[in-house]
């Protein structure tokens, strides 16, 4: 079954988004949505503003080369960097300020809420800062005990 749509580079390297009857979007982003633990499920194309605008279910059920388009954009600018350290997290003037290394290297980031903190069902956490940069953070016990000590202020 073809889709109702098509994914295309344009000659700036933006994706955009052709619907049969509609105006192209140019410079759309797919996203892994919630739950992460099910790559390819739940594909959400966004507005570089970040409104919806197509919700792919599965993208095992589209043509190999639009599917194969999709992944490999998501592959190259998807940030989800994993938390192996925590050197530091402060919790300063409503907000915490988090100093950690990732499998991407160091990073420094603040997050505003305690709700931008979330247990996942496979012990994991996700977090997300005041950019909207969501690190993942393995379960506790996966942690050294200088990090254990640093994140239990959050938790």
Do not use: C
């Amino acid at each position: 079954m073809q889709p109702d749509f098509d994914l295309i580079d344009n000659e700036l390297g933006q994706l955009v988004l052709k619907r049969p009857g509609e105006d192209d979007v140019v410079d759309v982003r797919p996203r892994q949505a919630f739950p992460w633990t099910k790559a390819g499920t739940m594909v959400s194309v966004r507005t570089n503003a970040g409104k919806e605008v197509l919700l792919i279910e599965e993208l095992a059920s589209l043509p190999a080369a639009l599917r194969e388009r999709i992944e490999r954009w998501m592959a190259a600018n998807s940030f989800l960097p994993q938390i192996l350290r925590i050197a530091s997290v402060n919790n300063d003037f409503g907000y915490q300020m988090w100093d950690v290394t990732t499998d991407r290297g160091p990073a420094k980031f603040r997050v505003q809420e305690r709700e931008d903190v979330r247990f996942l069902n496979d012990g994991r956490f996700s977090i997300k800062d005041t950019d909207g940069n969501i690190y993942v953070m393995p379960p506790l016990d996966a942690l050294d005990a200088d990090s254990q000590r640093a994140v239990k202020i959050v938790l």
